[in-house]
């Protein structure tokens, strides 16, 4: 019997310190997300980190939090509900950190029955801390607990054109009736490091104007090329001027070189040279959550306003909306009928 395995990134139990930091703990920890050797990693979560950043996340979590609790498991039990009622197969949902772990996802599906299991990352790109992350564990989770199980993959959908459809008409459905001088795509950032020890070429990934536009396999596990291909694609597709959108990234952490141009110095940057009205999108996220309701909707509307800027526009996740929804049915279904290549 097949199932899905529907996986977001993870939430706090709640936005007391406490939570914050148990959860910031489980998150940082991981080798993909902060890529050193553990004995520093250590010194610098648990030295540093944890003894500064919880109060401050709480806080900050405490603003965007639901009487139903975290928007983002919020937001993606909404959406695995109204898949399930499209689909003839079990869908669970689990998080790669937090209290809804994969192995319990796994372990629900085993006790429905299941032992074919697509995992699905709630990421439209690959990501060392993200896709890849979640990838591994369940790999790992699966060889040690479930070995009769058989696990397969849906490759990132970055530039499937159902999803850019999609996403498209959710900018535009959002957008209509609003002025906008400006259409924003900001992507949550990573280290550059990241883009370099996922190029599979050894040497394509220059971290630079040409690499990105320049055909290589090393797109295939470039995030920073996805995310620009996104943006590619949506502007094509809303048949927008290349001077009305572009791409920057935001949430970066430490003081090693990420990601460029920053989302704050972008928001601030066009606020200053005179753009009155600005939307933004963050199509790095399927589900609202911490960095897309604080840190775009508040703190990034707080920057323009104090630039000069005036209308601020913030484009929802694609959540649960119908169409979202009908193409993951729709990718499920074509999985179970064997109509859908997957890894």
């Known amino acids: 019997?097949?199932?899905?395995?529907?996986?977001?990134?993870?939430?706090?139990?709640?936005?007391?310190?406490?939570?914050?930091?148990?959860?910031?703990?489980?998150?940082?920890?991981?080798?993909?997300?902060?890529?050193?050797?553990?004995?520093?990693?250590?010194?610098?979560?648990?030295?540093?980190?944890?003894?500064?950043?919880?109060?401050t996340s709480a806080k900050a979590y405490k603003k965007i939090w639901w009487k139903e609790g975290s928007p983002l498991i919020v937001l993606s039990e909404r959406l695995k509900e109204k898949v399930q009622k499209q689909v003839d197969?079990?869908?669970?949902?689990?998080?790669?950190?937090?209290?809804?772990?994969?192995?319990?996802?796994?372990?629900?599906?085993?006790?429905?029955?299941?032992?074919?299991?697509l995992i699905i990352p709630l990421y439209p790109q690959f990501a060392m801390a993200t896709t890849e992350t979640i990838l591994v564990l369940a790999e790992k989770l699966t060889k040690e607990f479930f070995p009769h199980i058989s696990l397969e993959s849906l490759p990132p959908f970055y530039n499937n054109p159902e999803y850019i459809k999609v996403l498209s008409a959710?900018?535009?459905?959002?957008?209509?009736?609003?002025?906008?001088?400006?259409?924003?795509?900001?992507?949550?950032?990573?280290?550059?490091?990241?883009i370099r020890k996922s190029d599979i070429t050894k040497s394509h990934c220059k971290i630079d104007k040409s690499c990105c536009s320049t055909s290589s396999e090393a797109h295939a596990y470039c995030y920073k090329h996805q995310c620009v291909e996104?943006?590619?694609?949506?502007?094509?597709?809303?048949?927008?001027?290349?001077?009305?959108?572009?791409?920057?990234?935001?949430?970066?952490?430490?003081?090693?070189?990420?990601?460029?141009?920053?989302t704050d110095r972008t928001i601030e940057r066009l606020g200053k040279k005179g753009t009155e009205n600005m939307a933004i999108v963050t199509p790095a996220f399927v589900s609202d959550c911490l960095?897309?309701?604080?840190?775009?909707?508040?703190?990034?509307?707080?920057?323009?306003?104090?630039?000069?800027?005036?209308?601020?526009?913030?484009?929802?996740c694609l959540n649960d909306d119908p169409n979202w929804v009908a193409l993951l049915a729709k990718w499920i279904q074509a999985w179970n009928k064997k109509a859908l290549t997957v890894s």
Do not use: C
């Open 291 to 316: 960095e897309t309701l604080e840190e775009i909707a508040m703190e990034g509307e707080e920057i323009f306003h104090e630039a000069g800027g005036k209308d601020f526009t913030t484009v929802p």
């Open 170 to 194: 959710s900018i535009k459905n959002h957008l209509k009736g609003k002025k906008y001088d400006h259409l924003l795509f900001s992507y949550h950032g990573i280290p550059e490091r990241h």
């Open 1 to 55: 019997m097949k199932g899905i395995l529907l996986v977001n990134l993870g939430s706090p139990d709640s936005p007391s310190p406490k939570d914050v930091k148990k959860y910031l703990g489980e998150f940082l920890m991981d080798e993909r997300v902060i890529d050193v050797p553990k004995w520093a990693r250590t010194l610098l979560v648990k030295g540093i980190i944890l003894n500064t950043r919880p109060k």
């Open 230 to 262: 996104v943006t590619r694609l949506v502007g094509a597709a809303l048949e927008m001027e290349p001077e009305m959108f572009s791409t920057s990234f935001q949430s970066r952490l430490g003081i090693d070189p990420w990601l460029q141009p920053y």
């Open 89 to 117: 197969i079990p869908v669970v949902l689990a998080m790669r950190y937090g209290s809804m772990k994969i192995k319990n996802g796994l372990q629900d599906l085993v006790d429905k029955g299941v032992d074919e299991v």
